[in-house]
């Protein structure tokens, strides 16, 4: 090729590389807006997120604190909100796209990027799910997604400011959430199998990264031992639910999880790639790092989750969901993209990189609908709660900032948002000590129907409000609430 024509197809490359980049940002902005429109209530994560973020700890029953502490932070930007929530999360969200496909980029090139960056949205988990509501999860993809770049990097180039940023991306990760441990594990061991990398990833500035990576995760790991039995017990109950199956059930049941996980991925994905299969092309080398090298780290890798979900099945694992395995599967369609030696560029992969974004812009419309779509059912969910309304009645009480106590965190979380100078708590019983302050009890049950006890001699007052969105027929909302004035000692 000509000096010319080399530099047009660099050029060429930039403007797709540029286009990508808006192009994920807007969708993500659309996300947001559309979030802040459809609905003034909370989803059952992001009300825990209102509730946590009220004061910084070191960790959150069986959560790190990662995410809580960015919340929190962010809040002291744009106000304790619905706009402060979705752009932490869609900000997040970015994240992964953008260094996936650029981890891609340096080894595949920029059209196969843009091919693995399209492949995210067909893993309902992060398509959806991640926007529906997931947040430590989401944090935790984050940081592999930066992680698994800065490792590529560090491979390539061995630059000492690589391996700086990767231990303390690997000490932010313990502190998103506690899998992306497995993730981390794997691919350090992987790179065992790969001369390439083992070469690059083990080297003298390695101890410095496992120093900065141990000095950011510290704090928290001895908080988690101290409170241990918290910290784990959800999370084993959760995964050894029913844990009278056998062994050949407990793989059958992580099988599906990694098979729910990865479609409708592989079927589209697969099915372009197999077609008219001779017309792939061997692709130019586009990376400073062998072919071989990289292809030894993808199988090992590959070879290391079967390993990890067999012995998660033969340690009694029975409740694998596929949100759990997003940190460690997420590189799935950007490594099979990587070991594929197909021509990025031919019309079938542009095909279907439009329609990713006819499956984007479906994703967004199921979002600004879901509100009507749930406002239809007999139990309407958290997005269609009266929120703004349940707060009417009780600023119309005389209440204006104080304590809040409520049984149910979504509807916690919800008026949090509606007074974030007071302070929130979930409980069934008033708080002990108001501090001189004036206190609000309210009762509701999600979906409408009342609680039975009543923890206060005081009489009750009574709203009924209809749901967001909801239908003429469908019962109204109904919470109970008292407002004390506050007792002075």
Request: with cysteine.
């Amino acid at each position: 090729m000509t000096a010319a024509a080399v530099g047009a197809a660099a050029a060429a490359d930039r403007r797709l590389w540029r286009a990508y980049l808006v192009a994920i940002t807007v969708y993500f902005g659309l996300h947001a807006l559309v979030r802040v429109l459809v609905s003034p209530s909370p989803e059952l994560d992001e009300a825990e997120q209102l509730l946590w973020s009220q004061r910084l700890a070191w960790g959150y029953g069986t959560q790190p604190p990662l995410y809580t502490w960015l919340q929190a932070t962010w809040f002291s930007v744009t106000g304790v909100s619905i706009a402060g929530l979705t752009t932490l999360k869609n900000t997040l969200l970015w994240v992964i796209y953008a260094a996936t496909a650029a981890a891609v980029r340096r080894l595949a090139g920029t059209p196969a990027a843009v091919v693995a960056g399209a492949s995210l949205l067909w893993l309902p988990t992060l398509g959806w799910e991640s926007q529906r509501d997931l947040t430590h999860t989401v944090l935790a993809t984050a940081c592999a997604a930066v992680a698994f770049w800065l490792m590529v990097r560090i491979v390539e180039r061995g630059l000492p400011r690589d391996y700086v940023a990767l231990g303390a991306v690997a000490g932010l990760g313990l502190l998103a959430k506690y899998n992306f441990a497995v993730f981390l594990a794997l691919a350090l061991v992987a790179a065992v199998f790969s001369r390439g990398w083992r070469h690059r990833l083990f080297s003298r500035y390695t101890l410095l990264a496992m120093a900065i990576a141990g000095a950011v995760v510290a704090p928290h790991l001895v908080w988690a031992v101290e409170h241990w039995d918290l910290v784990s017990g959800g999370t084993l109950a959760k995964m050894t639910a029913h844990d009278r199956r056998s062994v050949g059930e407990r793989i059958g049941v992580a099988a599906q999880a990694v098979l729910a996980f990865a479609t409708p991925w592989w079927l589209v994905f697969g099915g372009l790639a197999l077609w008219r299969r001779g017309k792939g092309v061997q692709r130019p080398q586009t990376t400073e790092l062998p072919r071989p090298a990289m292809q030894a780290w993808i199988l090992a890798y590959g070879a290391l989750v079967v390993v990890v979900l067999a012995v998660m099945a033969l340690m009694g694992a029975t409740q694998i969901k596929a949100r759990w395995l997003q940190p460690m599967l997420f590189l799935l369609p950007a490594l099979v993209i990587v070991m594929l030696p197909l021509d990025w560029n031919a019309q079938r992969w542009r095909t279907y990189q439009w329609v990713s974004v006819g499956l984007a812009l479906l994703f967004l419309a199921l979002m600004a609908l879901r509100g009507y779509h749930q406002g239809g059912k007999p139990r309407p969910d958290e997005w269609n709660l009266p929120i703004p309304g349940l707060a009417q009645a009780i600023r119309g009480a005389g209440f204006q900032t104080g304590v809040i106590v409520v049984p149910n965190a979504v509807i916690a979380g919800g008026l949090r948002l509606q007074f974030p100078q007071a302070e929130v708590f979930v409980a069934a019983q008033p708080m002990p000590d108001p501090r001189g302050r004036p206190q609000v009890f309210v009762q509701a049950e999600h979906g409408g129907g009342l609680m039975s006890a009543w923890p206060l001699a005081t009489p009750p007052q009574t709203v009924r409000l209809p749901f967001l969105y909801a239908r003429p027929d469908t019962p109204l909302f109904e919470a109970r609430f008292v407002v004390l004035p506050a007792v002075r000692p």
